[in-house]
């Protein structure tokens, strides 16, 4: 795959390079670590809610096509392919997917893993019941582009969920100086905040693929619990669900 031929940004994927044996457990990837239960908690209830199915299942998405778009080392597919679904993967750095595979193969699971673009997929015309991109936006050259092949990958009823950074003060003050300066959780330049999605931003480039916004909401940062929780405070980090219409 050519990484010219999409919106990957080469610096950006040298970035996680250095640190992709750090997925599980490193302290490099630890905000992600502590905001995985969140996203997996956000994630199950609306994917329930939209394809019927009881949350209290032992494997409640069977049945269900999900591919996780910039996938890491596989920290959101491995519990998509425990609850059931039959699970996509796909990240542009080779060393991401050398260490998602390990994994899922040390852990007993089957998750197809491939180091692919989202256009890549959009142009095979491979659809899915649901669309995860998550921490993805914030690193593309073109917001709009990526959304248009991401879109373009759910299929009608099917839903996309997103989770990016606000352009704010706030964001940078906490989200750069604070986890990256302050604290070290991630390595000093692992964002910018120039490449920060407002809300209004993610919702329209998502309405122009198509999509419906079915509901937005903040994620915080409890220092006292040390755990993330759902808010209403969109100012640092947040996620973004959208729905393609059925036919």
């Keep these: 795959m050519q990484a010219g031929s999409s919106t990957i940004d080469p610096k950006e994927v040298a970035k996680f390079e250095q640190s992709a044996q ?3 457990g490193g ?4 905000p992600l670590h502590k905001l995985n239960p969140v996203r997996l908690d956000y994630i199950v209830r609306h994917v329930c809610e939209q394809f019927d199915r009881d949350p209290r299942a032992p494997k409640p998405f069977t049945g269900l096509d999900i591919v996780d778009v910039g996938c890491g080392g596989g920290l959101l597919a491995e519990p998509m392919a425990r609850l059931g679904a039959k699970v996509t993967g796909i ?8 260490v998602s595979t390990g994994h ?6 089957v998750i197809d893993y491939r180091c692919a673009a989202a256009e890549d997929l959009a142009s095979e015309r491979a659809l899915f019941d649901v669309v995860l991109s998550m921490e993805v936006v914030e690193h593309v050259t073109d917001v709009e582009a990526y959304i248009a092949a991401a879109a373009a990958l ?3 009823g099917g839903l996309m969920f ?6 704010t003060m706030k964001s940078f003050a906490l ?8 604290l070290g959780w991630l390595p000093r330049g692992t964002h910018e905040h120039h490449r920060f999605v407002k809300p209004r931003e993610l919702a329209d480039a998502l309405m122009a693929g198509g999509l419906t916004i079915k509901d937005e909401t903040g994620v915080v940062y409890n220092p006292l619990t040390d755990r993330m929780r759902l808010s209403r405070d969109m100012d640092v980090n947040y996620m973004m669900l959208a729905e393609r219409p059925a036919r």
Excluded at 91 to 98: F, G, K, L, T, V
Excluded at 104 to 109: D, I, P, R, V
């Design 162 to 167: 997103l989770a990016t950074l606000n352009r």
């Design 154 to 156: 759910v299929k009608p």
């Design 175 to 182: 989200a750069i100086v604070g986890v990256e300066y302050v």
């Design 104 to 109: 899922a193969a040390e852990s007993g699971l």
């Design 27 to 30: 302290i490099k990837n630890s």
């Design 22 to 24: 750090d997925w599980w």
């Design 91 to 98: 990240d542009p750095s080779p060393a991401n997917i050398e």
